[in-house]
């Protein structure tokens, strides 16, 4: 896993990079298995792609490791958590939007410490508890989080930011709970592009608004899934910095771990295998 703290290496090395990926993934699009390293099993375990009629299949999404079931892109979260963020028994640790969720039930198993929340709705105040499925569950606000300031030693969060309608709001809201020292490390998706593209945005009375066809993506809370408000770029290293952070791209293009782009052959829907390492500075 390499760690790129300026966009003019990163762009560099993905160049360099994508003519090697572009003929591996071709490959393993038709490729029925192939064994993989799991770095939450630290196995060796057989993975597959599924077989799927269309041209282009998310391989983001696949290569599930046979013993655990985490797809690659929990397994890559999973192991920059690890390296980048360190939890240890005394580490007041969060993973924001994923307390009902498989890879939260595996990462407390590997972290005790590491305790989950989710957004329950506009209705509730941050820090509430909500039932769902026969438990309670607290709910936070990534643009407005119930935590004191300098409170917290890590938050993670997997594909929730390009959810939130001021993302920005969320990370300086995540910047202002971390300890001096402190570390957000997290997965969305980031495109294979310099700028963002806006797909929705909500209106003055809170209404949503699509600037794009509408993009939803699944959530275990609700039914028809999340809305997408924003189709990151590679400005938001810039734009972390801006806000204070020590800001990183974790780049993890490997056969053996199963960590593969998604494979999409369009710029706009083209998907590093990224994790984003911020660190508030000590």
């Known amino acids: 896993m390499r760690l790129y703290s300026d966009s003019r ?11 090697y990926r572009a003929e591996l993934e071709a490959r393993l699009r038709i490729t029925p298995q192939i064994p993989i390293f799991c770095a939450y099993c630290n196995a060796i375990y057989p993975s597959s792609v599924r077989q799927e009629e ?3 299949v998310d391989l983001r999404n696949e290569f599930l490791c046979e013993s655990c079931a985490m797809t690659s892109r ?13 939890p240890q028994d005394d580490t007041r640790a969060f993973i924001i939007h994923e307390r009902v969720t498989p890879f939260f039930a595996k990462l407390q198993a590997r972290f ?3 305790q989950g929340v989710e957004y329950g709705g506009p209705g509730l105040k941050p820090g509430a508890q909500f039932p ?3 438990m309670s569950v607290q709910h936070e606000d990534m643009q407005a989080l119930s935590f004191g300031d300098n409170s917290i030693d890590l938050l993670a969060h997997s594909d929730v930011l390009e959810h939130v309608p001021d993302p920005w709001k969320a990370m300086r809201e995540v910047y202002r709970v971390l300890k001096p020292g402190g570390k957000c490390v997290f997965a969305c998706p980031i495109y294979s ?6 797909r929705a945005y909500l209106d003055e009375a809170g209404e949503l608004v699509f600037t794009r066809g509408p993009a939803y993506h699944g959530d275990p809370l609700r039914e028809g899934g999340v809305p997408v408000f924003y189709q990151f770029g590679f400005v938001l290293m810039d734009e972390l910095r801006e806000i204070g952070f020590k800001a990183s791209f974790a780049v993890s293009h490997s056969l053996l771990d199963g960590y593969v782009s998604n494979n999409n052959p369009y710029p706009d829907g083209h998907m590093w295998p990224f994790a984003v390492v911020c660190e508030k500075p000590a």
């Open 74 to 86: 929990e397994r890559l979260l999973f192991e920059a958590i690890t390296m980048f963020g360190g």
């Open 9 to 19: 290496s990163l762009l560099t090395f993905l160049s360099q990079l994508n003519p």
């Open 193 to 198: 592009m310099q700028d963002h593209i806006q």
């Open 132 to 134: 769902f499925g026969g």
């Open 112 to 114: 005790p410490e590491v």
């Open 54 to 56: 269309s041209s282009w």
